[in-house]
């Protein structure tokens, strides 16, 4: 029988609105180690733009259901009864919401996001919809802050343009997966200055920081493709990680 890990731990709201001091912003690129975190400086910073955190829904849950998104994605990720999943930028809390009853009572969801306003808001639906499985975490514009070998998958949905620094991000979230865990990305092959991804862009930083790609889907549905990533050898020294440079 598997181990599991501890559950994440919810955080207190007041110890979210504390740590806004903490978090730096992404709505640009990081020109100068003045201009970013400290602890994201043994990391080279990224030579691409950041897409600006305009609103934390990428669509209507109306619209998104409509074409049967959260369950074809979620299908696509395999994601089973007894899984532990991490929602990356959960926002309003869409992905949330659908995956905790998919994993079930004896699964986890762990629900991200860095801005405390934003994980305040999804508390009260979480509350209100009585999902006793589901905790939330704040992060930080570097770290996800992840406990280790803790997840099965971790979904990132329209939200990987958004973080300003996705070597030190990716470096750190690696060790948060379980054997065989996955991280399954959901963008746009677009610029990010149009709220996407480009594929290559996607497939270079992963592998920067020793990720390999599984599987690419076409959803057009969902508003782009879904790439799913797991870890493939050692993670480089953050010093040692080769820069991609934007398409």
């Not at 007894?82 to 959960?90: N, S």
């Not at 070597?167 to 065989?180: G, I, Q, V």
Request: glycine share 6%; charged share 30%; aromatic share 8%.
């Amino acid at each position: 029988m598997r181990r599991r890990a501890a559950r994440p731990a919810a955080l207190p709201l007041f110890a979210a609105l504390a740590a806004l001091s903490l978090l730096g912003g992404c709505n640009a690129p990081w020109s100068e180690n003045s201009d970013r975190p400290e602890t994201a400086r043994d990391f080279p910073p990224a030579d691409r733009p950041v897409a600006p955190i305009t609103s934390t829904k990428w669509s209507t849950e109306e619209a998104r259901d409509r074409v049967n998104e959260a369950d074809d994605i979620m299908d696509s990720a395999d994601v089973r009864p007894g899984m532990t999943v991490a929602d990356i930028g959960a926002g309003d809390g869409y992905y949330t919401v659908r995956l905790a009853p998919r994993v079930g009572q004896s699964g986890r969801v762990l629900a991200q996001d860095i801005q405390p306003e934003v994980i305040e808001r999804l508390a009260d639906r979480v509350a209100r919809e009585r999902l006793d499985n589901v905790s939330l975490k704040l992060g930080a514009v570097d770290d996800p802050r992840l406990p280790a070998a803790s997840f099965d998958r971790v979904f990132m949905v329209h939200m990987y343009h958004e973080i300003g620094e996705p070597y030190a991000f990716l470096w750190r979230l690696r060790p948060a997966l379980r054997r065989d865990g996955q991280v399954i990305v959901v963008d746009g092959d677009r610029p990010i200055a149009q709220h996407g991804t480009p594929f290559r862009l996607l497939v270079c930083e992963f592998e920067a920081v020793g990720f390999k790609l599984l599987s690419y889907d076409d959803k057009a549905h969902a508003g782009g493709y879904l790439a799913r990533f797991v870890p493939d050898g050692q993670r480089p020294a953050p010093k040692a990680i080769k820069v991609c440079k934007n398409p």
